[in-house]
């Protein structure tokens, strides 16, 4: 009872919601926890006053360090890093232990962290730190046990290593500050696979302190010796200054990837990593209204459509968003120039292009139709009905354009921004004004940020809106509308200034607070793509090229390939133009996606479509070589042919490297999550594939004796390819 209390107090929260977080909190400081038996009355007592205190901490805006707590606590000591980023964990499976109760209960809203509910407390920025509730359900389970399947989720080796790290941390170095566990894969697999690097920092801390070890080393042995009995490793080793590599059990690789089969490790699906946040706003593509799609175009789709699916592949309910339609001058240039010459608003796309040409020419040299169209801008942005039903059937005629490129790269229908973020722009800049957020400056209303000279323009001397008026008010209509937890922006890098200031302005509005962890908003910029001769990429006439041509011509080229090499299906024109367009498109996002998204980089056809190396093609190659393999195998043993999904076992090298590769897509994709880059997950399929490779290479599969085994390996193989390719946009062959 005391401890509802002091949550509704503290966190403002319904006596319902106190209730809940607080049974939650209770059950979390209950007897077992994390394995080894930890059954001594101090740490259970200084973890539950440290959950509380946690929970309070990161409602006053403390963030997850428990100096609450050892306000609290009957212990002087102050936890250690270990201790919080468990707790990260902890708090989180509390609140969404409330949360469903709450539904249960008939809940109206799920409990969310905003700004007094605070957003630090909500997620850790981490997937290291994310809520695993098996794990303070677990009682005294062995450490893999109790950490290798939670919440109908497989959690990968990498995840289940840094907690055995953890635990050895704080045994070897009770009270000391550290950093989170630090585990990265060994660059070469003689060493072991994974590496721990925590001893050089750590000593780096400690040097000089009374008892302190020598150097690393000594820092590194020390943790070695303090790891504690596990099913996880198989050798433990100290390298150089004091790395920790570290060689898992061949047992745990069969067994976790045997999770792939059968609904006890939840497949594939279950390998998916714990989300980050309830929900999550992408805004992507948006190309421009009453205009065709181009190649610059191209990257902010399908970097936005992979950042959706990997978000959506976690459990986060992805909100895609098309931005288009800004009622900046182009369209009052365009809308004035159609009704001065009576052309109907529904125009093609096509129409509508030379429509805008012809209007930019009259713009830059009429100073009076300049000023007409400069007045339409701020008719259209006052809700003028006439110019509004224009605009609408400009939008409504570019979106039919648009989708049919969509269409094709198998992008998932985007609904554009909604009108109701425009439409009450002079309220906010008028809230804004009133609260002295916003301030009057040479004719212009606009806010000043702290950190740079030019200020952010929400209303015009004029009268007129501008994008970041626009983007401001989007931004508020996704945080209190949408109730998104994280906005992703993805657009060229030359538009990274504007984002910077549209966000430092949300955060002087008091709509995104720091340091917390959400609500969060991203810009994903990128570079530019480029001509073989390094400038950007034109036509031979110097003009832009178009998206719909681009595509039209990987096909064209994929064609010519098939036809070209001797194949089954070489008179079945259907069959050839199916492929033909997935391989095309393939080739196009992968060679794009790879890329660091920030860089520049050149288009090739010859270099894309190359059998040999990191292209899409020879991916779909390896792809199909699997099929091939398991197909012959159905063959060979009839359809009803089955394998035990416990069957899997290590014989070769070649067998392990591929098992070891095929358990690191989770933290592969929690990687390119967490740093919103796609090429990490590029990377990570080539690396697979190419352990496939050596692997077809050196192990005969059919008519073996490992022949179970391996066709166990070629199937788990193919599931997570599968994956890949769908996260990337990919259509396999």
Same mark, same amino acid.
């Given at each position: 009872?005391?401890?509802?209390?002091?949550?509704?107090?503290?966190l403002r929260?319904?006596?319902q919601?106190?209730?809940?977080?607080?049974?939650?909190?209770?059950?979390?400081?209950g007897?077992g926890?994390?394995?080894?038996d930890?059954t001594?009355?101090?740490?259970?007592?200084?973890?539950k006053?440290?959950?509380?205190?946690?929970?309070?901490? $990161?409602?006053?805006?403390?963030g997850?360090? &428990?100096?609450?707590?050892?306000?609290?606590?009957?212990?002087s000591?102050?936890p250690?890093?270990?201790?919080?980023?468990r707790?990260?964990?902890?708090?989180c499976?509390?609140?969404?232990?409330a949360?469903?109760?709450?539904?249960?209960h008939?809940?109206a809203?799920?409990?969310?962290? @905003?700004?007094?509910?605070?957003?630090?407390a909500?997620?850790?920025?981490?997937?290291?730190?994310?809520? %695993?509730?098996?794990? /303070?359900?677990?009682? =005294?389970?062995?450490?893999?046990?109790?950490?290798?399947?939670?919440?109908?989720r497989? @959690?990968?080796?990498? @995840?289940?290593?840094?907690?055995?790290l953890?635990d050895?941390?704080?045994?070897?170095?009770?009270g000391?500050?550290?950093?989170?566990v630090?585990?990265v894969?060994?660059?070469?697999?003689?060493?072991?696979?994974?590496?721990?690097?925590?001893?050089?920092?750590?000593? /780096?801390?400690?040097?000089?302190?009374?008892g302190?070890?020598?150097?690393?080393?000594?820092?590194?042995t020390?943790?070695?010796?303090?790891?504690?009995?596990?099913?996880?490793?198989?050798?433990? $080793?100290i390298?150089?200054?004091?790395?920790i590599?570290?060689?898992?059990?061949d047992?745990?690789?069969?067994?976790?990837?045997?999770?792939?089969?059968?609904?006890?490790?939840?497949?594939?699906e279950?390998w998916?990593?714990?989300?980050?946040?309830?929900? /999550?706003?992408?805004?992507? #593509?948006s190309?421009?209204?009453?205009?065709?799609?181009?190649?610059?175009? %191209?990257? #902010?789709?399908?970097?936005?459509d992979?950042?959706?699916?990997?978000?959506?592949y976690?459990g986060?309910?992805v909100?895609r968003?098309?931005?288009?339609g800004?009622?900046?001058?182009?369209?009052?240039m365009?809308?004035?120039?159609?009704?001065?010459?009576?052309?109907?608003?529904d125009?093609?796309?096509?129409?509508?292009?030379?429509l805008y040409?012809?209007?930019?020419?009259?713009?830059?040299?009429e100073?009076?139709?300049?000023?007409?169209?400069?007045?339409?801008?701020?008719s259209?942005?006052?809700? &003028?009905? +006439?110019?509004?039903?224009?605009?609408?059937k400009?939008?409504?005629?570019?979106r039919?354009?648009?989708?049919?490129?969509?269409?094709?790269?198998?992008?998932e229908?985007?609904?554009?921004?909604?009108r =109701?973020?425009?439409?009450f722009l002079k309220? %906010?800049?008028?809230d804004?004004k009133?609260?002295?957020?916003?301030?009057?400056?040479? !004719?212009?209303i606009?806010?000043?940020?702290d950190?740079?000279?030019?200020?952010?323009?929400?209303?015009?001397?004029d009268?007129?809106?501008?994008?970041?008026?626009?983007?401001?008010?989007a931004?508020?209509?996704?945080?209190?509308e949408?109730?998104?937890?994280?906005?992703?922006?993805?657009?060229?890098?030359?538009?990274?200034?504007?984002? /910077? !200031?549209?966000?430092?302005?949300?955060?002087?509005c008091?709509?995104?607070?720091?340091?917390a962890?959400?609500?969060?908003v991203?810009?994903?910029?990128?570079g530019?793509?480029l001509?073989?001769?390094?400038?950007?990429?034109?036509?031979?006439?110097g003009?832009?090229?178009?998206?719909?041509?681009?595509l039209?011509?990987?096909?064209?080229?994929?064609?010519?390939?098939?036809?070209?090499?001797?194949n089954?299906? &070489?008179?079945?024109?259907e069959?050839?133009?199916?492929?033909?367009?997935?391989m095309?498109? #393939?080739?196009?996002?992968?060679?794009?996606?790879?890329?660091?998204?920030? #860089?520049?980089y050149?288009?090739s056809f010859?270099?894309?479509l190359?059998?040999?190396?990191?292209?899409a093609?020879?991916l779909?190659?390896?792809?199909a070589r699997v099929?091939?393999?398991?197909?012959?195998?159905k063959?060979a043993?009839?359809?009803?042919?089955?394998?035990?999904?416990?069957?899997?076992k290590?014989?070769?090298?070649? +067998?392990?490297?591929?098992?070891a590769?095929i358990?690191?897509?989770?933290e592969?994709?929690e =990687?390119?999550?967490?740093?919103?880059?796609?090429?990490?997950?590029c990377d990570?399929?080539?690396?697979?594939?190419?352990?496939?490779?050596?692997?077809?290479?050196?192990?005969?599969?059919?008519?073996?004796?490992e022949?179970?085994s391996r066709?166990?390996?070629c199937e788990?193989?193919?599931?997570?390819?599968?994956?890949c390719?769908?996260?990337?946009?990919?259509?396999?062959?």
């Amino acid at each position: 009872m005391e401890t509802r209390s002091h949550l509704k107090g503290v966190l403002r929260l319904s006596s319902q919601k106190a209730r809940s977080l607080s049974s939650a909190l209770c059950r979390i400081s209950g007897s077992g926890g994390y394995g080894y038996d930890r059954t001594n009355a101090h740490h259970h007592h200084n973890r539950k006053v440290h959950a509380a205190g946690a929970v309070y901490g $990161s409602a006053v805006g403390y963030g997850y360090g &428990s100096e609450v707590g050892v306000k609290c606590s009957s212990s002087s000591s102050r936890p250690h890093s270990h201790s919080r980023g468990r707790l990260r964990e902890l708090v989180c499976w509390a609140r969404a232990t409330a949360r469903d109760e709450d539904r249960r209960h008939g809940g109206a809203r799920p409990f969310r962290a @905003r700004a007094v509910d605070s957003p630090a407390a909500m997620q850790a920025k981490t997937f290291g730190e994310r809520t %695993l509730a098996s794990e /303070a359900q677990a009682g =005294s389970k062995s450490h893999s046990e109790t950490k290798s399947q939670v919440s109908g989720r497989t @959690r990968g080796v990498k @995840r289940c290593l840094e907690s055995l790290l953890s635990d050895a941390l704080t045994a070897a170095f009770p009270g000391k500050e550290w950093e989170e566990v630090v585990i990265v894969p060994t660059a070469n697999p003689k060493f072991g696979d994974y590496q721990c690097n925590n001893a050089m920092p750590l000593f /780096a801390k400690i040097k000089g302190t009374e008892g302190a070890p020598a150097n690393p080393r000594e820092v590194a042995t020390a943790i070695l010796e303090s790891i504690p009995s596990n099913d996880l490793l198989e050798e433990v $080793s100290i390298a150089g200054p004091g790395f920790i590599n570290l060689k898992l059990k061949d047992a745990l690789l069969e067994k976790q990837v045997g999770t792939l089969f059968g609904s006890g490790g939840g497949g594939i699906e279950g390998w998916a990593p714990q989300p980050c946040c309830d929900c /999550a706003v992408v805004d992507f #593509s948006s190309p421009n209204v009453a205009k065709e799609m181009h190649v610059g175009h %191209l990257r #902010s789709t399908i970097i936005g459509d992979t950042l959706a699916r990997a978000l959506e592949y976690t459990g986060v309910k992805v909100k895609r968003l098309n931005h288009i339609g800004d009622w900046g001058t182009q369209f009052g240039m365009l809308i004035q120039h159609m009704q001065e010459e009576d052309i109907p608003a529904d125009a093609p796309v096509s129409d509508l292009m030379r429509l805008y040409k012809d209007s930019k020419v009259r713009f830059d040299g009429e100073a009076d139709f300049k000023k007409r169209a400069q007045e339409a801008v701020v008719s259209l942005q006052s809700g &003028s009905e +006439e110019s509004t039903s224009r605009w609408n059937k400009i939008c409504d005629a570019s979106r039919k354009e648009f989708n049919k490129i969509y269409d094709r790269l198998g992008i998932e229908k985007k609904r554009g921004a909604s009108r =109701s973020t425009t439409l009450f722009l002079k309220e %906010l800049v008028d809230d804004l004004k009133g609260k002295g957020v916003a301030e009057l400056s040479d !004719g212009a209303i606009c806010i000043f940020v702290d950190g740079t000279d030019v200020p952010l323009i929400i209303q015009k001397s004029d009268g007129g809106f501008g994008y970041a008026t626009t983007d401001l008010a989007a931004l508020k209509h996704r945080l209190d509308e949408e109730k998104a937890d994280w906005i992703i922006y993805v657009t060229d890098s030359g538009q990274s200034q504007h984002f /910077a !200031g549209v966000f430092s302005a949300a955060k002087k509005c008091g709509w995104l607070i720091e340091p917390a962890d959400f609500p969060r908003v991203d810009h994903v910029g990128f570079g530019l793509v480029l001509g073989e001769d390094g400038k950007r990429l034109r036509t031979r006439s110097g003009d832009i090229v178009k998206l719909v041509d681009l595509l039209d011509e990987a096909v064209s080229r994929c064609k010519e390939q098939l036809l070209e090499r001797d194949n089954d299906f &070489s008179n079945d024109d259907e069959k050839i133009n199916l492929i033909a367009q997935h391989m095309g498109y #393939s080739a196009i996002k992968y060679a794009d996606l790879k890329q660091n998204k920030q #860089s520049n980089y050149e288009f090739s056809f010859d270099r894309m479509l190359d059998l040999k190396g990191n292209t899409a093609v020879y991916l779909q190659y390896a792809h199909a070589r699997v099929c091939s393999i398991l197909s012959k195998a159905k063959a060979a043993n009839g359809e009803g042919y089955t394998v035990d999904a416990g069957g899997i076992k290590v014989t070769c090298d070649s +067998e392990r490297a591929l098992l070891a590769t095929i358990c690191q897509f989770p933290e592969a994709l929690e =990687s390119a999550i967490e740093d919103l880059a796609p090429n990490r997950l590029c990377d990570y399929l080539y690396t697979l594939t190419s352990k496939f490779t050596d692997f077809y290479g050196e192990c005969q599969v059919i008519g073996s004796e490992e022949e179970g085994s391996r066709i166990l390996i070629c199937e788990a193989t193919l599931k997570v390819i599968k994956k890949c390719f769908h996260l990337l946009g990919m259509e396999p062959l």
